[in-house]
């Protein structure tokens, strides 16, 4: 197949995660949750996207904490922007497919023996950092942030659109950056980066993470922060000792930009690996 011909097969696969994404946010948005509307229209109507926000607010809203529009728009806003959000989970796991169909013709067999078990990792610490982020972080966040209301005089009151972009942000980041082994193990595997340089470095790759904690749960307090500062160390060493499994099996590729270019033996200069004589001193290499 031709550059333009992938191209347009490419175009094809996505048209059906585009179409699943508004299906699955129109669903979202108008869909009713009670089942019972079917049968009595005049029944209260509750859409899907009503259920979620209503299940958050139970599980994560203090008792004490009130939620205000501020804006006239603004639960319009949720509205459409939780539909989208929920709706684009639904889609999450499609994409992926048509991707890997796009991709998957292109692999060898021994390539696609061993993308499965980075495509299992993924998608296990991707929804491992989604449950922790929700159920962990999200809570003490929120509990962290409170003391503040009380020592300024303020009243626990906040704006719809803060919370739950509080509440979506922080568990979506938490998913993606519970990921990082996985992508540190790959850099491994191809040779960009050694264990070896990892260990050395230690006290630098913990520095860096806890920068990422803090850009991700800034002002979550010291708890959270501690939390998702401790998951991500021991992610970190998990996916040191998996990377050094492949270089005892020496399944280690080499860049091409790592690998020294071969020298003439007379002259020094770099030449091409195939070739019989130096292009610079013109003498053979036999």
């Known amino acids: 197949m031709t550059f333009w011909e992938h191209t347009e097969e490419f175009i094809k696969r996505l048209k059906v995660p585009l179409y699943t994404l508004v299906i699955a946010t129109v669903a979202m948005m108008v869909f009713p949750a009670n089942i019972s509307f079917l049968s009595n229209p005049f029944a209260y109507y509750e859409p899907l996207v009503a259920v979620i926000l209503r299940l958050i607010r139970e599980q994560v809203l203090p008792s004490n904490v009130k939620l205000i529009g501020f804006e006239f728009v603004a639960p319009i806003e949720l509205y459409f922007v939780a539909s989208f959000f929920f709706g684009f989970a639904v889609t999450a796991p499609v994409l992926a497919y ?50 503040f209301f009380q020592i300024t005089g303020a009243e626990p009151v906040i704006s719809v659109t803060s919370f739950y972009y509080f509440v979506f942000f922080l568990t979506l980041m ?113």
């Open 174 to 286: 938490t998913g993606v950056v519970s990921t990082f082994p996985v992508f540190l193990v790959l850099f491994v595997k191809f040779g960009i980066v050694k264990t070896k340089t990892l260990t050395k470095n230690r006290t630098y790759v913990y520095f860096a993470l806890l920068v990422l904690v803090l850009l991700i749960t800034p002002g979550e307090g010291g708890l959270a922060n501690f939390m998702l500062f401790f998951v991500m160390a021991l992610l970190f060493e998990g996916g040191i000792l998996v990377a050094k499994h492949y270089e005892k099996k020496g399944e280690i590729r080499e860049p091409r930009w790592l690998i020294e270019a071969p020298k003439c033996k007379f002259c020094k200069k770099a030449i091409p690996a195939s070739a019989t004589f130096c292009p610079k001193c013109g003498k053979s290499q036999k």
């Open 98 to 147: 048509e991707i890997f169909r796009f991709i998957d013709p292109a692999l060898y067999p021994h390539e696609r023996r061993a993308l499965y078990p980075f495509i299992l990792s993924f998608l296990t610490l991707f929804v491992g950092g989604l449950v922790l982020g929700y159920f962990l972080l999200v809570p003490y966040g929120i509990a962290a942030l409170l003391p």
